[in-house]
């Protein structure tokens, strides 16, 4: 099993790529599982829907995320390339406001069995006008995404903190979000290449 996953903000073009690269990973016959934070089985989705559309305060959003991931994780069901959209960066990212929050949330990081620690994360970096660009284009935001879309630099920092803080054997790789979906797309096939997760 080799674990990858997928971070960056909205309208970085993180659902096009995954969608791509499912694709890919058909017509090449590569065995695969594509899953989803929150969420990624029936139960852990209806609870996406309730943490999504709530408005908890965020030591609770930290929690109830690690608590829908753990509980993924404790049965989870895989085959060859596991593709997450989203993973434990994703907290990091968003939910992390102050020293405590990110001293918790890096704790409950470690608690993650060493096997689901991606080998490769793809993090599509943004800039803000391809942001807003994008934004005027596809319009409305679901109530979560919107709640965080004032807090584009600080979830980009901690996005850039992620590149540099070793966890495990990840490689983090930052990709320019504002290149064509051709492009970003080709970058992922040569870094799974590089890799060797796939040949
Ligand atoms: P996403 O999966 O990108 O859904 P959509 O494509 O429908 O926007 O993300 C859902 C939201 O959840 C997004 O705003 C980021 C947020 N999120 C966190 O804040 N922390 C987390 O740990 C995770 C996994 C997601």
Same mark, same amino acid.
């Given at each position: 099993m080799h674990v990858i996953s997928f971070e960056g903000f909205e309208y970085s073009g993180k659902s096009t790529q995954i969608a791509l690269l499912k694709k890919f990973f058909i017509k090449k016959k590569i065995a695969s599982t594509f899953t989803r934070e929150p969420g990624g089985n029936k139960d852990l989705e209806k609870i996406r829907k309730i943490i999504l559309q709530s408005d908890f305060d965020n030591l609770s959003l930290i929690l109830f995320f690690f608590a829908s991931r753990f509980s993924l994780l404790s049965s989870f069901k895989s085959n060859g390339i596991v593709v997450f959209d989203r993973f434990f960066d994703s907290t990091y990212a +968003?939910?992390?406001?102050t020293t405590r929050d990110k001293q918790l949330i890096l704790n409950l990081i470690k608690q993650?069995?060493?096997? +689901?620690?991606?080998r490769l994360t793809f993090y599509f970096k943004m800039n803000r006008k391809t942001l807003l660009e994008r934004k005027n284009k596809r319009g409305a935001l679901n109530k979560f995404d919107k709640k965080y879309l004032g807090d584009f630099a600080r979830i980009q920092k901690n996005y850039n903190d992620l590149s540099k803080i070793k966890i495990g054997k990840r490689i983090f790789i930052t990709i320019?979000?504002?290149?064509s979906k051709e492009l970003i797309h080709e970058e992922i096939i040569r870094n799974l290449k590089k890799w060797k997760l796939i040949k």
């Open positions: +968003y939910q992390n406001f993650i069995h060493k096997k +689901y620690i991606p320019d979000a504002s290149q």
